[in-house]
């Protein structure tokens, strides 16, 4: 991580610039219980990534954040807003990708995701989106949002677990 980006997580967002993201960046999601994950079961996929009316789900961005530990100290800050209105949730760990691998996730009808630096959550914020086939000319359906978030399985890897107890 470059010097300067140590406190990166503390920043504010008002008016940073929107930076490319490299595909051999890495990127982590951050996991938490109960939605997202449950001890008997392991991760919940359909809540990891819901992307609820289209919209991008949030990762941290390596660049920013050191992995493991800065990501951690994002999860348990996460943790302890959302205790706040949810007693229960836990902050329980986070998975990496490496960004060039969810770019090249590509289902049958050709779409797939885009990974864009989106620094109004704080300069480490960014976002999977879906991204439409390159013509454009076959709108994303029902159906291939659910075989693009089945590929997401694949291409993050195995849970990085945390207490924040």
Known sequence: MSEGAEKAED??????????????????????????????????WPNTFEFPDSQGESVAWNKYIDFPEGVHRLGCAAEERKRAYRPDCRYVGYIPAEVKVIRDLKNARGHGFSVAHEPSEGIHHAEIRYRENAGGEVPIRKGDKAELKALLRDAFGSLVPHSCV
């Open 11 to 44: 920043q504010e967002p008002a008016g940073l610039p929107i930076e490319e993201i490299p595909d051999c960046d890495l990127i982590a999601r951050l996991v938490l219980f109960p939605r997202m994950y449950d001890q008997a079961r392991g991760l919940i």
